[in-house]
């Protein structure tokens, strides 16, 4: 599913115009970014967890010449399914 078949599978079940839907659904998207970014987290009971992890810097190689190289820390966000996407799942 892409994001246009999720704006029209929400406008269907939501009986709202596709519009709305699709402003409905940047909001989301927004308010998730904005909130990782900031160092928060968001939690839809019975979907899951977004949240902002820590990757430690590194030393990795250079495929083409084989020298080593440090990669920085960097932050990664994350998602912690919940209980009732598992089961939905399985």
């Given at each position: 599913m892409?994001?246009?078949e999720l704006i029209a599978h929400i406008a269907k079940h939501a009986d709202i115009s596709k519009a709305a839907a699709a402003r409905a659904l940047d909001g989301?998207?927004?308010?998730?970014?904005?909130t990782l970014r900031k160092g928060g987290t968001v939690s839809l009971v019975?979907?899951?967890t977004f949240a902002v992890g820590q990757r430690a810097s590194r030393t990795g190689r250079n495929?083409?010449?084989g020298t080593p190289i440090k990669i920085q820390?960097?932050?990664i966000p994350k998602?912690?399914?919940?209980?009732g996407l598992k089961d939905a799942v399985n």
């Amino acid at each position: 599913m892409n994001k246009t078949e999720l704006i029209a599978h929400i406008a269907k079940h939501a009986d709202i115009s596709k519009a709305a839907a699709a402003r409905a659904l940047d909001g989301t998207i927004d308010a998730v970014k904005t909130t990782l970014r900031k160092g928060g987290t968001v939690s839809l009971v019975g979907f899951g967890t977004f949240a902002v992890g820590q990757r430690a810097s590194r030393t990795g190689r250079n495929p083409r010449t084989g020298t080593p190289i440090k990669i920085q820390a960097t932050k990664i966000p994350k998602f912690r399914p919940g209980k009732g996407l598992k089961d939905a799942v399985n």
